[in-house]
């Protein structure tokens, strides 16, 4: 998986130094102590720390990746402030994030973002993106700044490709939304203005075959990554900072929410729905119509809801049938 | 909510005088008694009553409003006929009430409907639409007569907004589809020219996120409406005539069928399906994957297919685990 | 249903004398046998055979159509190899299968694809496709080669079509696609160039409603097909190969897998899925949320996941309820 260059999709507004970025969330400070000095200039995550970075944490986690001179953390009330170098503790995080990614970076779901395009064969193709010539796009597209495309991949009509990075061999069937933004918010606070800024992309690896109707959101700061020769059917919803790994096979209306992890060689029916931030092993087989609510280990074949042992849940229902008739 | 225009919408193709419009559905008619004389120039529901309409009621009402001397009820048959002053009794009143629409209206499902279109960066908007400045509309959209979009919206790609209000601050993701033909005809009479003109409109109240790949259908007479601040996930269905409050939550591949109510700060799991014509109460949680045939009482957090008090439906998990296994 | 001419869709790319296409696959080959000489010209199924082509049979089965001097039968190990005329044996039938069509076909899932197209009223239209001057289209549809669209129809806006014949008075509301990839691949090789060539079409009889995102895909070899006067709801999904008859209702989100077969006068609520190769009678009523597994008989009205005769699933729920609390 790429490292990709954030500003490359969402331009960068205004860097912040890191003892001037106070002004835009001064009411919800709790605690504050910067050591450092530098400009901010990109968002960190767990996975990938960036230089000169702001990293929103969650839970406390002591990771000495993050006592770093070049490392802003932002927080909830946690024990251990010490720790890091450059530390902020606020009493809303979700509504800090917004605060500050809103100030720096220009995204889609505000005001003002900018993209200049070409009309070439019928679709509207940024001048921003990067779209191999051995690869072919259908018309009423529109592909967004900062887009890549691989070699002889295939984009159908009507299909939206934003925030995106396309490997090679890829084909997405028509009326599909590439990039899409992620469904994060505070649940205790709703409304479109309090969105999370969801600035990160969505990866499709080599040899994907994405179907009609489908929806792909971007990741909130990494991205959603579809693996190597996967078969996505129509109108299967991947939610944001999902995983899938490679040689997957979807069938058609399963929805997968957001933060999934799901392994190698994975076989889903149709219709199935995952709960948020559980990972599927390798070689996992997901009878259509499964609700999955429970990490899945390698290996396993499930169905039902909540999805359990395919054997447990047929001896299940062959009981229910003697007593029921 | 607004009482629209309706011809804004959906131009008048003729008007009728009551003493006329019989010739459209003669054959339909079991009794008759018209006391005064007006031209029909709208729809009533029992709603919105409005001057000089005609009001099909569906079952047995004694309402004084409809004991008007501008209004004309067509009805199936009932006991209480000398009660109003205009009334007609037919025999089929779904094939009546398509003939009438169909002789009044213009309307999209008919051929013949006119519009006429500006080609703005990239999408068509209709020179009958009133789109404020301050909005954006991405490319590869339709923008259909009589709709109206307030200030700093944002419409993203090859959206479909037709027969709407739109509020302000309201976000719509691609490929969704505002506006929609509701799915509505007499059962036993199919066929695309059986479908009931639906001449009701959609209205987005202000802060509304739509996700990517929506379709919100337009009411049959009246609207189907979102409340403000409400946050619609990727691939929602909401069905014609359908009422959601404020601060709805609702994720992805859920499907809400005509005419349900939705109270305010409602929260929906992923892939819920809802029966017609039911009422959810104020903060009622319903899980992922449930299946809502019955009225939901306030505060009620449920679960399950037929959807039941979560702590039952955990209930019958435990008790369906110890014996299944 | 009609008989359709393959190479207005998918223009024949070459034509192979049944002893040089060898080459194309030849270390698949376990035994052949050859005693006509012909240009092989097109594909045929065991529902239509086609002279000069090839059948590809997935299962022993001597039938005196096949036993003929026009059709070369392309199959895996059987033990009556001598019944046919020109035979090969392989030892896999889905690489075989694509390695021929793809040389013998262009068609959308490879580059190359050839269509050309005029561009009117906000719409790509191809040249190669037959509109009737009666029937409207909206804006930002794609039209593409072949495609015939008889009277008085009403296609909305953001409407793919391809691949597909539509009869007359049909609607095809907006951001719906017709005539999509059949998701069909050997699941134990997966990637994009591993799906099987659809070479098939979709044809959408008289007078049918298709509601707005939908999607229904086009047949491998023969046709997708909806029957007369049918109602689909919107986000339905229709499989390739799958046959529904007339009179169908189908509400939204249902999804139907592929090759299944389902008669007249079917009534299908919401959310429903079917299991693909299934038969479904006429006049069958099938409840909201039902996972069809199996054949169900004519008249018959089920419910539940398996789905199950109605009395039966509600039995069932109360005897689950009474237990439960």
Not at 14 to 28: A, D, G, T, V
Not at 45 to 60: A, G, T
Not at 153 to 175: C, P, Q, R
């Amino acid at each position: 998986m790429k490292f990709f260059k954030r500003s490359n999709f969402f331009p960068l507004k205004k860097k912040y130094n890191i003892n001037h970025i106070n002004s835009l969330f001064k009411e919800r400070i709790a605690f504050q102590n910067i050591e450092n000095d530098f400009d901010v200039n990109d968002i960190s995550s767990l996975k990938f720390i960036r230089n000169n970075s702001i990293l929103f944490l969650e839970e406390e986690l002591n990771d000495k990746r993050l006592k770093n001179d070049n490392i802003h953390v932002i927080t909830k009330n946690i024990n251990n402030k010490n720790y890091y170098k450059n530390i902020t503790v606020v009493d809303n995080l979700s509504d800090t994030y917004n605060k500050i990614l809103n100030s720096m970076y220009f995204h889609e779901d505000q005001l003002g973002f900018q993209d200049e395009f070409n009309y070439i064969n019928g679709s509207y193709v940024s001048k921003y993106s990067k779209i191999s010539n051995s690869s072919e796009i259908g018309k009423n597209c529109l592909i967004s700044r900062g887009v890549e495309i691989g070699n002889n991949s295939i984009i159908k009509n009507n299909v939206v490709i934003k925030n995106s990075i396309i490997g090679n061999n890829v084909i997405v069937s028509d009326n599909s939304s590439i990039g899409t933004t992620g469904f994060g918010f505070d649940f205790n606070i709703r409304g479109s203005q309090f969105l999370n800024p969801q600035i990160g992309i969505v990866f499709i690896d080599d040899n994907v075959h994405i179907g009609a109707s489908c929806t792909v959101d971007r990741a909130k700061i990494d991205y959603t990554y579809i693996g190597k020769n996967s078969m996505i059917d129509n109108m299967v919803h991947i939610g944001h900072n999902t995983i899938i790994g490679n040689n997957a096979c979807i069938a058609a209306q399963t929805g997968i929410s957001g933060s999934v992890i799901i392994g190698d060689n994975v076989t889903i029916g149709g219709k199935v729905g995952f709960a948020g931030h559980i990972k599927i092993g390798d070689n996992v087989v997901i009878a259509a119509r499964s609700g999955v609510t429970k990490n899945i280990k390698d290996n396993s074949t499930v169905a039902g809801f909540p999805a359990i042992d395919i054997n447990k849940w047929k001896k299940n229902l062959i009981r229910q049938k003697r007593y029921g008739h």
